[in-house]
């Protein structure tokens, strides 16, 4: 288990006590003005900005976001949205890490997140059979943490994950889970992971993007910063 993962556990292990949460929300170049003095000043702390999708696309924004984050005191980090149909995972996450994914134990840098998901295009689970979809996805795990010395974080859904990596634990105590779910709670936790690290709650937040929630105070989220 990662220190990332451990100590979250420790958290998540104390009964009786409120547990804490950290307001973020990720955004793309579908927001391309966030107000992100704003977003800080309302008790959000983090963000989570696409770099990459693919080994062909950019984002236009990445640039200007992340220097926006910065700016205004976020912890940030990138994220890189899968297409397993196209390439190898390791090409993916050379490619992210090239362009913006890559990581520092700096305190204010998240490790890069792998947007693993829906396919756009329609075909269901881009065409892989679970066994083949956790082999490309421990390709770019692999890969990332062989770059970057940090696992990248994990974002799915309950439904995607269990349909098309078969509800591998593959990466339960390697990976931070990022699970997307629109309601009133997390629910389901696919995987074998015992929590979300981070809970997208809603498609959209007031300063631009989506909403995210850490599962843990502050502390802990600079931690996950530090490696």
């Known amino acids: 288990m990662n220190a990332f993962v451990s100590t979250l556990a420790v958290s998540a292990s104390l009964v009786g006590i409120a547990k804490a949460t950290v307001q973020g929300f990720d955004i793309s170049s579908y927001q391309p003005n ?3 003095s704003s977003a ?3 008790g959000a702390r ?5 770099a990459t999708e693919g080994t062909t696309y950019t984002d236009s924004t990445f640039s200007s976001h992340y220097e926006g984050a910065t700016n205004a005191g976020f912890i940030r980090g990138g994220y890189h949205f899968a297409h397993p149909d196209r390439s ?5 996450a050379q490619y992210f890490i090239s362009h913006g994914g890559g990581w520092s134990g700096d305190g204010i840098t998240l490790p890069g997140m792998l947007d693993i998901e829906y396919n756009p295009s329609g075909a269901t689970c881009y065409g892989l059979s679970a066994s083949e979809m956790v082999s490309w996805i421990s390709d ?6 062989a770059s970057e010395g940090v696992y990248p974080l994990i974002y799915t859904t309950n439904d995607w994950w269990t349909t098309c990596t078969g509800d591998s634990t593959a990466f339960s105590s ?9 309601a009133s709670s997390p629910g389901t936790i696919p995987g074998g992971w015992g929590y979300e690290t981070i809970w997208q709650n809603a498609d959209s937040y ?3 993007g989506d909403s995210d929630v850490f599962n843990g105070d ?7 910063a530090s490696g």
């Open 140 to 145: 770019f795990v692999d890969t990332y943490h």
């Open 40 to 42: 800080y000043s309302s």
């Open 218 to 224: 502050l502390s802990q989220l600079k931690a996950i």
């Open 46 to 50: 983090f963000v989570i900005i696409k």
């Open 174 to 182: 390697t990976c931070p889970l990022v699970l997307a779910r629109y």
């Open 88 to 92: 190898s995972g390791a090409t993916q």
């Open 206 to 208: 007031a300063y631009g």
């Open 34 to 36: 966030v107000d992100f």
